[in-house]
């Protein structure tokens, strides 16, 4: 029997975004869509196929922001403000469409349903979504890795091996804070790697990391079994690469599954339909419109303009996601067979990762999709689904390979997060890594409390300003602006610490409104900065 | 704030001190000759108010600003007046440098009153003296503080970036970056392997032939041709999602 494994990684990711001192802020919108669209339905959809004793194995990697993000009180807070009034809105929308049509009313008393599940769970769990996916993860369904910390773009880090140290260090630290345990593995931001990382992830006890494919097939050497097969680093790290054909079946834009007419379409939402005195209560207090998560259309067909889409029916898009979970079943059963034939039968590893957020906020239907891939898939003679470490574990040999310079990202290189929109952040945050490692060294052995409360936070500026997040919007030109200024924030923060502490002015109101409104990593050591390391 | 934790701040018998702190933090805007129960009662007479800010200004104190969080268009210096250089691959054909300089650095320069370049030069695979690269490009700059694109010929191959000037024929590098290596875009096939035996840890070479391993995977990286500082190649990247 030729058999291969499946591995399927999701990657959850979004800035770090809390602004406590506003009673709402548009930017936070984004991770309560993705809680409500994405996270809350993978976790019921797993908690689902784990009730059903489906096999089924997932690797997620939740980074170290968005598990901050999750814990964080006042967002907590926030989200369930915000789960109210999209209840209520749901609530009016079934008042509302009575009049209008039998489809959207269905629809409106879908969501209404949706939402309250949705509200139960969070409310279950009492906030506590990393320790929901923790719980997956103690039952051996989930690998969850993590991230450097604030998904900093490490190959522009490379001329400060201490920032790459620091990324990657509070990456784990803030696992462990969350998770009760330290990560096996980490999914370096936006798969960014340069040949020497793999000594830092050694040196922090992480045992795996991702590349996509070009990683490897450019790697030294050109791998004997491709993208089919984890190889070794010279530092002893295990490596997965994408594989292309799982990506081109979800994501391509002619023959992806999430294009299918009856799925539902993504850009048309009462937030944007509805008169304005109706829908204000609902979208951004500014009067900006914005998504709600009640859409009450279909794709319809490729060519069809946004205003004569038609009506959406959940039954049929359920019907949609069963077609393409067998199809995609079957594509990687044929995929296995036929690399197994190549590899004259050793057992080839299929490694598919997406951004997380694909499935349920991009492509509604997505959760329901993957679950039903697992069913599909359970018990299957040919396509094992397993995790990074289950499928070490089967290993016998591994060859050695120094994977090639690489990201995820448009054309695989460095360009998104590198060029002539964005290139004039790294003038900024290559100042703020040189001043923080001198003062970090400086001040290594100091005892001064408030000094190091301002070290400490000089620290979390710096690694905020690093988010990859900021170089990517302004280059897909979407909310620059937003991402401009916390750039700018951030390193102007950094800035007027350093001058404090050099100079002994530490602002002590000043500081204490940045612990709490810059407040990640509540027990980083500036310390991790003043480490002699590459 | 919520009307209880305004009455339970009130409870714990704070300072005069502590009391104007907190109604500070609170924009209760108080006079210099109010004592300690006048603040608790205009204290107590907002929180009988719903107040509409955030649960976490319990346990900190916003600043001056009642909105410190919101992200602002500051500006941030051009110069940090440090000689530094740096050069980074944008993608196999392209690299990147960024250079500053001192205030003496400048001064140096002016003196000197010669024209300034920037300098990529070619070192794959040689110890390099400052006089023998395998090839070279170079541009004059403008300014004491800037950046540049350049067009390289190689991947997989060292680049290191230079300033310096013309003493005659001779070029005078002052500033060096460190070595930078352009990403390959193609398979490197070779015919030894090595293994490592997972259970017993160790390793093994293994010769194969290299006709075997090669495949026709390939996948389009950026040609020569595109400037990644141009809007076109930002255009032509900027509909891409990770993860597609």
Known sequence: ?534 | MKKEDIGSFLKTDPSIQEMRRYAKMLGVHLKRTMGKKDIARALAKLSDKDVPVSSQTVVATPSESKRPSKPVNVDLPRTYFTDSITLHPVNPYWVYIKWDFSKETRERLDELGNDIFVRVSDITNIIYDGKNANRYKEAKILSEEGNWYFQVDFPDADYIAEIGYYAGELFVGFMKSKIARTPRNTPQFTDQETWVDLSKGSKKEVRVSVEAAETSLSIRSSGPSDNPSSEEFIKSISKSRSGR
């Not at chain 1, 797993?46 to 690797?59: I, T």
């Not at chain 1, 462990?176 to 000594?199: F, N, Q, T």
């Not at chain 1, 448009?410 to 703020?432: K, M, P, Q, S, T």
């Not at chain 1, 002994?504 to 003043?530: A, C, P, Q």
């Open chain 1, 1 to 534: 029997m030729r058999k291969g494994k499946f591995v399927l990684m999701l990657h959850a990711h979004l800035p770090f975004i809390n602004h406590p001192d506003f009673p709402s802020f548009m930017e936070e919108r984004w991770l309560f869509e993705a809680m409500t669209e994405t996270y809350i339905p993978l976790v019921q959809a797993f908690n689902r196929l784990k009730n059903d004793g489906v096999h089924f194995r997932v690797s997620m990697s939740i980074t170290p922001p968005l598990m901050e993000m999750f814990a964080n009180a006042d967002l907590q807070k926030k989200y369930l403000k915000y789960l109210d009034l999209s209840i209520e809105l749901a609530e009016k929308e079934i008042e509302r469409t009575i009049s209008e049509n039998p489809a959207s009313n269905r629809l409106a008393k879908h969501y209404l349903k949706e939402l309250e599940e949705t509200k139960s769970v969070y409310i279950r769990c009492n906030g506590d979504l990393s320790g929901e996916f923790a719980q997956l993860q103690d039952s051996g369904n989930l690998e969850i890795v993590t991230c450097n910390a604030t998904h900093g773009f490490l190959p522009l880090m490379t001329q400060y091996p201490e920032a790459v140290n620091a990324q990657i260090g509070v990456g784990v630290d803030t696992y462990k804070r969350h998770m009760g345990k330290a990560p096996r593995g980490i999914w370096l931001a936006e798969c960014g790697y340069v040949p020497g990382i793999d000594s830092y992830l050694r040196e922090w006890g992480l045992s795996f990391f991702f590349v996509d494919s070009h990683g490897l097939w450019y790697g030294d050497p050109a791998p004997r079994y491709g993208v089919y097969r984890p190889v070794m680093t010279p530092e002893g790290v295990f490596v997965f690469a994408r594989d292309p054909e799982s990506s081109q079946q979800v994501w391509s834009a002619e023959v992806g599954y999430p294009g299918d007419s009856r799925y539902r379409e993504f850009y048309r939402d009462v937030g944007f339909d509805r008169e304005e005195d109706y829908i204000r209560p609902y979208i951004d207090p500014s009067g900006e419109r914005c998504n709600t998560g009640i859409k009450y259309y279909r794709i319809t067909g490729k060519n069809v303009s946004l205003n004569e889409k038609s009506y959406y029916d959940f039954e049929e898009a359920k019907k949609a996601t069963r077609e393409h979970a067998k199809d995609f079943a079957a594509r990687k059963r044929e995929q296995i067979k036929r690399l197994s034939e190549q590899f004259n039968g050793v057992s080839p590893v299929v490694v598919a990762p997406f951004d997380a957020e694909l499935f349920g906020h991009w492509w509604y239907e997505g959760p329901i999709f993957i679950e039903e891939l697992f069913r599909e898939l359970n018990g299957d003679d040919t396509v094992v689904c397993a995790t990074p470490p289950e499928v070490i574990d089967s290993m016998g040999e591994v060859q050695c390979v120094t994977p090639n310079i690489s990201t995820w990202g448009a054309n695989g290189y460095n360009e998104v997060w590198l060029n002539g929109r964005n290139d004039w952040i790294y003038r900024h945050l290559d100042e703020g890594v040189r001043r923080m490692i001198e003062l970090a060294r400086k001040y290594e052995k100091t005892e001064d409390r408030l000094k190091i409360r301002a070290l400490n936070q000089m620290a979390r500026e710096l690694l905020l300003a690093q988010s990859s997040d900021w170089a990517f919007i302004i280059t897909t030109n979407t909310t620059v602006e937003y991402a401009v200024n916390r750039t700018k924030t951030h390193i102007n923060r950094l800035l007027t610490l350093y001058g404090e502490i050099e100079t002994g002015t530490i602002d002590v109101e000043r500081l204490k409104t940045l612990e709490w409104i810059d407040g990640i990593f509540s027990s980083i050591d500036f310390r991790v900065y003043s480490r002699q390391v590459g």
